[in-house]
């Protein structure tokens, strides 16, 4: 019985520590990953992200999806910080290992193509702009700044880590509105289920 014991503990502080090592490696590639998209380094967001994706859209027209976005003439996106804080178990199928990983993330947007106009009509559009992502994201969550014709907005969201023994190490997918189709596409159902139940 005492053996037993002991087999158990040894067991269960082994499962244990593979599933934080884990969730480290998960949460360092993931904040690498964030730290590339805050710097705007696009090539290295498009080396972490999950390879089958390009079979939907290219690596190239991925990329220039990105530059565009944030760096439109009218509006400057720009992301202040993006932060893991938390990773859920895994879970293996067929051989693919996922996990799913929740972030904190504030983004500011800048009206370039109100720079221009009077104070009064600048002060009313950022009003209107404001109300518009406060059904969104939360009036808590979004803060303006007329000096700088800007918004900054506070949000969680969460996207998905793939383990692929076709590629090398942590690839990431992420999991909003715009990326749903392929989600559904790449991810197994089961899988998106399970991970997500916490959410």
Do not use: C
Not at 143 to 170: C, E, H, Q, R
């Amino acid at each position: 019985m005492k053996h037993f014991l002991i087999a158990a503990v040894i067991f269960f502080i082994t499962i244990s520590s593979f599933s934080q090592s884990h969730k480290e490696d998960i949460t360092k590639n993931a904040q690498a990953y964030y730290d590339h998209m805050t710097n705007q380094n696009f090539d290295g967001v498009l080396d972490y992200m999950y390879p089958k994706v390009f079979d939907f859209a290219s690596r190239e027209q991925m990329k220039a999806g990105m530059e565009q976005m944030l760096n439109a003439p009218d509006m400057k996106i720009e992301f202040v910080s993006n932060d893991v804080t938390r990773v859920s178990n895994e879970i293996e199928v067929d051989q693919i290992i996922y996990a799913a990983v929740y972030y904190n993330s504030k983004m500011r947007m800048t009206f370039l193509s109100e720079k221009d106009a009077t104070e009064e009509d600048q002060k009313g559009f950022l009003e209107f702009m404001k109300t518009t992502m406060d059904s969104q994201f939360g009036e808590e969550n979004v803060t303006s700044d007329v000096k700088t014709m800007s918004l900054v907005v506070n949000m969680d969201a969460d996207m998905f880590a793939i383990k692929d023994p076709k590629y090398n190490g942590w690839k990431f997918m992420g999991n909003d509105d715009s990326m749903k189709q392929l989600v559904n596409a790449i991810v197994p159902e089961s899988v998106r289920t399970e991970l997500l139940k916490e959410k």
